[in-house]
């Protein structure tokens, strides 16, 4: 079953506008990571947060997350074209739980130029 | 991707005949994963593997073997193929259990269809 469910499915933003995909998921994480995938490539890891971290940067990432609400934000700043992607959240479950990452469905984000 | 190679990319083949599929790392992590890619679902896992020899049932493991002789190779075999089994294929590599600092490193996939 899966873990993380993004929110939006999809997203399309014109080049330039911030994009915020969103994560929820259902059990107790020791961290989250988001991660991106172009078409027909693998994942590509972009972003890790602890479960005891609450905002974290990097260059135009900033994820947020909310363990009392099960949530995690992922928002790209001044998007480009080369940003048109799907998004995946995927969590780490503390407490002995799935002994792989748990991936959500994804968001697919198409930047319009 | 660097350090993990994923063969073939794409193949056909018949219900009922067995596929193996390889994914070759060079980066010398001790973990390694096999994942399916379907519509609507996401990615799943398939099995993983902790070391040489060792090997675990992930969520969707049924229909599904590995094997790992060596640290740099991951097995996944389809002992009789059937047309719910096509999907793509990743394997993953990691340098400790769930990613870590660094997370999974993927490979390209490989695009198998049943037919």
């Given at each position: 079953?899966?873990?993380g469910?993004?929110?939006p499915?999809?997203?399309?933003?014109?080049?330039?506008?911030?994009?915020?995909?969103?994560?929820s998921y259902?059990?107790?994480i020791?961290n989250?990571?988001?991660?991106?995938?172009?078409?027909?490539?693998?994942?590509v890891?972009?972003?890790?947060?602890r479960?005891?971290?609450?905002?974290?940067?990097?260059?135009?990432?900033?994820?947020?997350?909310?363990?009392s609400?099960?949530?995690s934000?992922l928002?790209?700043?001044a998007?480009?074209?080369a940003?048109t992607?799907?998004y995946?959240?995927?969590?780490?479950?503390?407490?002995?739980?799935?002994?792989?990452?748990t991936?959500g469905?994804?968001?697919h984000?198409?930047?319009?130029? | 991707?660097?350090?993990?190679?994923?063969?073939p990319?794409?193949?056909?083949?018949?219900?009922g005949?067995?596929?193996?599929?390889r994914?070759?790392?060079?980066?010398?992590?001790?973990?390694?994963?096999?994942?399916?890619?379907?519509?609507?679902?996401?990615?799943?896992?398939?099995?993983?593997?902790?070391?040489?020899?060792d090997?675990?049932?992930?969520?969707?493991?049924?229909?599904?073997?590995v094997?790992r002789?060596?640290t740099?190779?991951?097995?996944l075999t389809?002992?009789?193929?059937?047309?719910?089994?096509?999907?793509?294929?990743?394997?993953?590599i990691?340098?400790?259990?769930?990613?870590?600092a660094?997370?999974?490193?993927?490979?390209?996939?490989?695009?198998?269809?049943?037919?």
């Open positions: 079953s899966q873990q469910e993004e929110d499915q999809a997203l399309s933003i014109q080049e330039g506008e911030n994009a915020t995909m969103n994560c259902k059990t107790s020791n989250l990571q988001w991660y991106r995938q172009n078409s027909g490539r693998g994942l890891h972009l972003i890790l947060i479960s005891n971290e609450r905002e974290k940067h990097s260059g135009r990432l900033r994820v947020t997350l909310d363990t609400k099960k949530s934000s928002l790209i700043t998007s480009r074209a940003d992607a799907s995946f959240c995927a969590t780490d479950e503390s407490g002995g739980g799935a002994d792989g990452l991936f469905k994804g968001t984000l198409i930047i319009q130029p | 991707d660097a350090g993990i190679t994923q063969s990319r794409h193949k056909v083949t018949e219900t005949t067995p596929v193996t599929l994914c070759h790392q060079t980066e010398n992590h001790r973990y390694m994963y096999w994942y399916r890619q379907d519509p609507g679902h996401g990615l799943r896992l398939i099995h993983y593997s902790y070391g040489v020899k090997t675990d049932k992930g969520e969707v493991s049924d229909g599904y073997s094997s002789s060596k740099e190779d991951f097995l389809l002992e009789s193929a059937t047309s719910s089994q096509t999907s793509v294929y990743f394997c993953a990691s340098e400790s259990t769930r990613g870590g660094r997370g999974y490193t993927f490979g390209s996939g490989t695009r198998l269809t049943v037919v």
